[in-house]
C-alpha cells in the first residue's frame, strides 16, 4: 500500500507535466501558480497559494488530470478554487482532489454532495451529484476513476493515461513518474524504432511484446498524429 506522502513526491517540471496531461504549459501554471489577466490577479486553483517553484508533485499531477475532465464545461476553473479550500479544510489534507474516498466511499460522498452547495460550485463542475434520493459520480470523476489504482487510502498510486486497456502506465514509483511498459520507458522504446530498428527486435531486446511496442511508439507520437 503507498503512503499518503507519495502526494508530495516532487515529479515533473510544468513543461513535463504538461506534456504528460496534453495541456498547454500556460494552463497548467495557471492552475497552479495563478496569473494576471487584465489587471486583475488571480489566485491558483489547485495550490493554496504560489510557491515560485518549477516542481510539479504526484498529488499536483493527480489533481490536474482530474480538473481536466471539466475543462470543456464552459465554466472558469477559477470558480473550483472555494470549493477546493474548503475541501482541503474540512479533509485535512494538501490534496483534497487526490484523496478519492469520499468519492468512491458512497457513505462520503454527501459531505462533497452538501460542501458544492456551500460555496456555490456551478453545478456544471459538481464531482457528486444528487439524483433519485441517492449520490451518483459526475461524468469526468467516473472517467478519471477508470483510469487509476487507488491504495486503500483511496489516493492514486498509477495512472494510465490512454485507459486500462492501454499498457502504457505512469507511476510516481517507478521510472520516475516517466510513462512505461513493464518499467520499460515508452520513449527508449520509441528511440529504437525511430532509430530503423524492427518492432520485433526492439520487442525482443526489451522484454515486451509487438503489442506493447506499438503502444509505446503511439503514446511517444501522440502529438504528430
Avoid at 11 to 30: F, K, M
Avoid at 203 to 223: I, Q
Amino acid at each position: 500500500m503507498a503512503k499518503v506522502v507519495t502526494l508530495e513526491r516532487p515529479l515533473y517540471s510544468y513543461a513535463e507535466a504538461a506534456r504528460l496531461l496534453d495541456l498547454s504549459p500556460t494552463t497548467l501554471r495557471w492552475w497552479l501558480e495563478g496569473s494576471v489577466r487584465g489587471g486583475t490577479a488571480y489566485p491558483p486553483v489547485i495550490r493554496s497559494e504560489p510557491t515560485g517553484v518549477d516542481v510539479v508533485t504526484w498529488g499536483e499531477f493527480v489533481e490536474a488530470r482530474l480538473l481536466k475532465g471539466y475543462r470543456q464545461k464552459r465554466v472558469p476553473l477559477q470558480k473550483m478554487r472555494p470549493f477546493i479550500e474548503e475541501m482541503r479544510a474540512k479533509l485535512d489534507v494538501a490534496y483534497p482532489l487526490a484523496h478519492c474516498r469520499p468519492l468512491v466511499d458512497p457513505a462520503r460522498r454527501k459531505l462533497v454532495y452538501d460542501l458544492q452547495i456551500e460555496t456555490n460550485l456551478p453545478r456544471e463542475m459538481y464531482l457528486v451529484e444528487f439524483e433519485g434520493g441517492q449520490t451518483a459520480l459526475a461524468p469526468p470523476i467516473l472517467q478519471f476513476l477508470e483510469r487509476v489504482e487507488l491504495d486503500d487510502d483511496g489516493v492514486p498510486i498509477r495512472y494510465w493515461p490512454q485507459g486500462k486497456d492501454v499498457p502504457v502506465v505512469i507511476d510516481p514509483s517507478v521510472a520516475f513518474g516517466v510513462p512505461q511498459i513493464r518499467g520499460i520507458r515508452t520513449e527508449l522504446v520509441a528511440e529504437s524504432i525511430d532509430a530503423g530498428e524492427s518492432e520485433a527486435t526492439v520487442a525482443s531486446s526489451w522484454g515486451l511484446t509487438p503489442a506493447d511496442v506499438k503502444a509505446a511508439v503511439d503514446w511517444e507520437h501522440r502529438k504528430a498524429a
